[in-house]
């Protein structure tokens, strides 16, 4: 049975590495000890990036320093945990959870014309539930790219913008890209991971569908600021038990999302093989995997100013956010909301 640090939730003898700042202080590249010894990076690496682009060499290297252990300059719980990555590209999955979507094609309006006649919402569920495990087959991944403006670290505010009304929070098990390739095969591209991170991919959901354009569809409003909250660390791959591994968020205390990782409908590797297809994969692109059910959408409930989301996902550690109203300043938008009426 796995042990997990109460200081960090890292699992015993792992570690994770990531990006922190002191009160006052430069951000650094830092190594995460389970019980919340933070070694300093800076001398071997100027950040995460670097360490991604060195990867064979650094992770060596954190290994010899989470080995040598000894006394901390840093503990966990007084630095400000910033995203891990400042700058990577974002391949974000939608689409990915067998029961999140063969609810969502059954409960939302965008798929109400597939319901038979008088057809009670479980044998539409359970007709939906079989296309879905015809896609695991015979069907390809889907997603979409995003902008690392949006990240932020892991206990940072989640800023409500004015923009977009129904707040929504998916809460995702990430995966971090050590090594650039191009028509990688799923069978090798487990190669191509350096390790894990936690993600919650925020959006406003009634800003997903408008009707001034022919395609209906518009994304950029899953990146507006603070809307990725990331980390607080990398957890490399060799730590991270993934038929362990369990999704868990809760808004004020009341749990939302609970659900194993193993109901995805594609793997990292079928994920990561089919980005391959599609984009030339770099080290530290950060890859997140979908959303399990227990979405706000679910519940008609969305997040407002004054709300709280913990979050954990099991090896990748905790995250909490406060909701916050954007402060503009007295500025208002030009262009507002879609259309989607």
Avoid at 56 to 79: K, N
Avoid at 181 to 199: F, I, K, Q, T
Avoid at 222 to 230: E, I, L, M, N
Avoid at 284 to 296: A, C, E, H
Wanted: aromatic share 10%.
């Amino acid at each position: 049975m796995t042990e997990f640090a109460p200081e960090t939730g890292l699992a015993t003898g792992s570690f994770g590495f990531g990006t922190y700042r002191s009160r006052g202080g430069a951000s650094f590249p830092g190594l995460v000890m389970p019980d919340g010894a933070v070694f300093d990076l800076s001398d071997r690496y100027r950040d995460t990036h670097a360490i991604l682009d060195d990867w064979d060499r650094a992770l060596d290297a954190m290994a010899d320093v989470a080995a040598r252990g000894g006394t901390a300059p840093y503990r966990f719980a007084e630095l400000e945990a910033l995203p891990p990555l400042a700058h990577p590209n974002l391949l974000c999955a939608g689409a990915n959870y067998r029961q999140h979507v063969a609810e969502m094609m059954t409960h939302n309006k965008f798929n109400q014309h597939n319901r038979h006649p008088g057809e009670s919402d479980e044998a539409f569920f359970a007709r939906n539930l079989e296309e879905v495990k015809d896609r695991a087959l015979n069907g390809i991944p889907y997603f979409w790219t995003g902008l690392h403006s949006s990240l932020v670290g892991a206990d940072a505010d989640l800023v409500k913008p004015l923009i977009g009304a129904q707040l929504d929070w998916e809460l995702e098990f990430g995966a971090i890209v050590a090594r650039g390739d191009r028509y990688v095969r799923p069978e090798d591209a487990n190669d191509l991971v350096a390790g894990y991170v936690m993600v919650n991919d925020i959006g406003t959901v009634d800003e997903f569908r408008r009707i001034d354009v022919r395609w209906g569809f518009d994304w950029i409003s899953k990146h507006q600021p603070s809307f990725k909250p990331a980390g607080p660390f990398i957890v490399p791959k060799q730590f991270v038990k993934l038929d362990e591994v369990r999704i868990h968020l809760a808004v004020n205390g009341e749990t939302k999302q609970d659900w194993p990782i193993s109901d995805m409908i594609f793997s990292v590797e079928q994920l990561l093989s089919y980005a391959s297809e599609r984009v030339r994969l770099l080290p530290g692109d950060q890859l997140i995997t979908g959303s399990p059910p227990g979405n706000g959408a679910l519940f008609g409930q969305f997040l407002e100013p004054g709300d709280v989301i913990d979050s954990s996902i099991t090896f990748l550690g905790r995250q909490r956010n406060r909701v916050v109203a954007e402060e503009t300043g007295g500025r208002v938008p030009t262009f507002g909301a879609f259309k989607t009426a």
